[in-house]
C-alpha cells in the first residue's frame, strides 16, 4: 500500500515543483507572468480534442508545437463534440471514430447515444479520461506550454449529442433547450455543471500551466447581435445567410452571462477550499470587436474570436491581457493569419490561438496539407508566429503599450506601433512596397532592423545619429508586410 502513496505523492511534488502558476504579470497586467518572465500566449494548434479523442497522439504533437517556439494550446473538456464534417471540417479532432471518444463521464448500462455506444452516467467519472487530462497538462508543462481549459462550449445544432441532454443519460436531467443549457434557467442540470466544473477545478489546481476559459462562444447559442462589422453590407446581401455571423458582432444573452457569473463564482469557491494555487479565468464576450461595459470580477483575460485590432484599442482600458482566442474561417492562405496576428499583437494583445487544420490523427506533427476545412494552417504559419513571438521577446516586453502618436506617416503602408514611447520601438507595416517611416525620436543613436515576417530574416540594419524630432527611416522593398525594430543605443 505504501508505493502508489509514494508515488502519488511525488507527482504532487513533481508538478508544484515546476514553478509559479500563469498569472498576470504586475508590472503590465496586459501581459502575463510565467516562471517569473513576462510572457506573450502565441500558438496556431490542433481543434481543441487532443484529450477526447484517444486516436490522436498529443505527445507528438506537444513535442511540435516546443520545437516550433510556441507555448499555448486550447482544450475542450469533452461534453461539447462534433458531428462528422461539422463546419465543413474534416479529420476533426473533436470528432473522435466510433469507440474512440473520452469524455469526463462513465457509460451508463442503457443503450442510444447517437455516436454509439451507451448513455452516460453523469454520476460517476471515467478514471481513464482524467488519467489522459492530467498526462496531457504534465506533458505541456514539461515543454512550458499553457493550457487554456475550455470548460464549456455552445452547442450549435449539436445539442442532440450532448451529455446534459436528457435522451443522452441515465440521470433523468430536466429537459431543455439548447438556448437554456447555459443559462440558470435548465433544472437540475445546474447541479451537474457545478460538479462539473469543482471537479476540473480539483483536478488541474496543482498545475502552474493552466487557466479556464468559461464558455466557448456563448453568443452562439445566445446571441445578442450589436452591430455589423461592414455597414454597406445588409442581411438581406448576404447570399449565403450561413455566413452573415461574419459580419455581425454578436454578445451573449443577459441570461447567459448571469451562469457565467456564476460558473466564474464557483471556480473561486472551490479553489478557496483547496487553498493552494489561484488560475486565472478567460471569458469570451464576442466575436470580431465589442467596447466592453463591464467586466466580471472574477475574470482576468478577455477573448475576442476571430478578433480585429479594435478590440484591443476599445477595452486597453481594463488592464488585462486581451485575447485573440480563435482564428480558422478565413481561407488557406497563411498570410491571411499571419496578418492578424501581428495586427493584433502589435495593437497590444497578449494571445494568439489559432486553428491550425494541419494538426489531425496521424500527422500530429502539423505537416497535413490537403484537409478539407474552412480555414489553413501550416509550418510555415507556425514559423512566422514564432517570427512574431521572437520579435516581442526582443523587447522589454512589459514596458510596452501601443503608441498612436511617435509614427507621423508610413506613406502607402497601414502601421502599427508598441513602444515605451523613448528607447523602444515595435513596429508593423502592411500593404506598401517600399519601407519608410517618419517617427518622432529623441536625440541619439539607434539601432534599426527590417525583419521578414514570414521567415525571421533581417532585410536591413543600420545605425543612425539622430539630432531629434522627426526622422525618416527608410527600410527594404517589401512584399505584403514587414517588421522594425528600433532600439536606442547611446
Not at 476533426?92 to 452516467?121: A, H, Q, S, V
Not at 470548460?151 to 449539436?158: H, K, Q, V
Not at 430536466?174 to 469543482?198: C, Y
Not at 518622432?440 to 543613436?445: D, E, I
Amino acid at each position: 500500500m505504501k508505493k502508489p502513496i509514494l508515488l502519488t505523492s511525488l507527482f504532487f511534488f513533481c508538478i508544484f515543483a515546476f514553478g509559479q502558476t500563469i498569472q498576470l504579470y504586475k508590472e503590465n497586467p496586459h501581459y502575463f507572468q510565467y516562471k517569473e518572465k513576462p510572457i506573450l500566449l502565441i500558438t496556431s494548434g490542433e481543434h481543441y480534442g487532443a484529450v477526447i479523442n484517444l486516436d490522436f497522439d498529443y505527445v507528438k504533437y506537444l513535442n511540435t508545437l516546443q520545437s516550433e517556439g510556441l507555448n499555448l494550446t486550447r482544450l475542450f473538456t469533452g461534453i461539447y463534440v462534433e458531428e462528422p464534417n461539422g463546419f465543413g471540417i474534416q479529420n476533426n479532432t473533436l470528432t473522435p471514430k466510433t469507440g474512440k471518444m473520452l469524455i469526463p463521464y462513465m457509460r451508463g448500462f442503457e443503450e442510444g447515444y447517437p455516436l454509439g455506444g451507451n448513455k452516460f452516467d453523469l454520476m460517476v467519472w471515467d478514471g481513464t479520461y482524467f488519467n489522459r487530462l492530467r498526462n496531457f497538462i504534465t506533458e505541456a508543462q514539461k515543454r512550458d506550454i499553457i493550457v487554456e481549459v475550455v470548460l464549456f462550449s455552445s452547442c450549435y445544432g449539436a445539442y442532440n449529442l450532448h451529455p446534459y441532454n436528457s435522451v443522452n443519460n441515465i440521470n433523468s436531467t430536466t429537459p431543455i433547450e439548447a438556448k437554456d443549457l447555459h443559462t440558470l434557467n435548465n433544472g437540475n442540470v445546474l447541479q451537474f455543471q457545478e460538479k462539473f466544473v469543482r471537479k476540473f477545478v480539483k483536478e488541474l489546481n496543482p498545475f502552474d500551466n493552466v487557466y479556464f476559459e468559461i464558455q466557448n462562444e456563448p453568443y452562439a447559442d445566445n446571441a445578442v447581435r450589436t452591430h455589423t462589422i461592414h455597414s454597406y453590407i445588409s442581411a438581406d446581401e448576404m447570399k449565403d445567410k450561413g455566413q452573415f455571423w461574419k459580419n455581425a458582432v454578436e454578445v451573449a444573452s443577459s441570461e447567459n452571462l448571469s451562469w457565467q457569473k456564476k460558473m466564474a463564482e464557483i471556480i473561486k469557491d472551490e479553489e478557496l477550499k483547496i487553498n493552494k494555487k489561484k488560475h486565472l479565468i478567460a471569458q469570451n464576450y464576442s466575436n470580431f470587436r465589442y467596447p466592453l461595459e463591464s467586466i466580471d470580477r472574477n475574470v482576468s483575460v478577455l477573448n475576442f474570436h476571430y478578433a480585429l485590432p479594435e478590440a484591443v484599442a476599445w477595452n486597453y482600458h481594463f488592464n488585462k491581457p486581451i485575447s485573440f482566442d480563435e482564428s480558422g474561417f478565413a481561407g488557406k492562405e497563411d498570410a491571411t493569419y499571419r496578418k492578424q496576428a501581428w495586427n493584433f499583437i502589435l495593437s497590444g494583445g497578449s494571445v494568439i490561438n489559432f486553428l491550425d487544420y494541419s494538426f489531425v490523427t496521424g500527422k500530429e506533427d502539423g505537416t497535413e496539407n490537403q484537409n478539407v476545412a474552412p480555414g489553413g494552417g501550416s509550418t510555415a504559419l507556425r514559423a512566422s508566429l514564432k517570427t512574431l513571438k521572437n520579435f516581442m521577446e526582443g523587447f522589454t516586453l512589459a514596458k510596452l503599450i501601443p503608441d498612436y502618436t511617435s509614427i507621423a506617416s508610413s506613406p502607402g503602408s497601414i502601421h502599427k506601433c508598441m513602444s515605451n514611447q523613448s528607447t523602444e520601438f515595435a513596429i508593423y507595416l502592411e500593404g506598401g512596397k517600399t519601407a519608410e517611416v517618419n517617427i518622432s525620436l529623441a536625440v541619439g543613436k539607434y539601432s534599426l532592423e527590417w525583419i521578414n515576417t514570414q521567415n525571421a530574416n533581417i532585410e536591413k540594419s543600420e545605425t543612425i545619429d539622430h539630432p531629434g524630432k522627426v526622422a525618416k527611416v527608410v527600410g527594404p522593398a517589401y512584399q505584403e508586410d514587414i517588421a522594425l525594430r528600433i532600439k536606442k543605443v547611446l
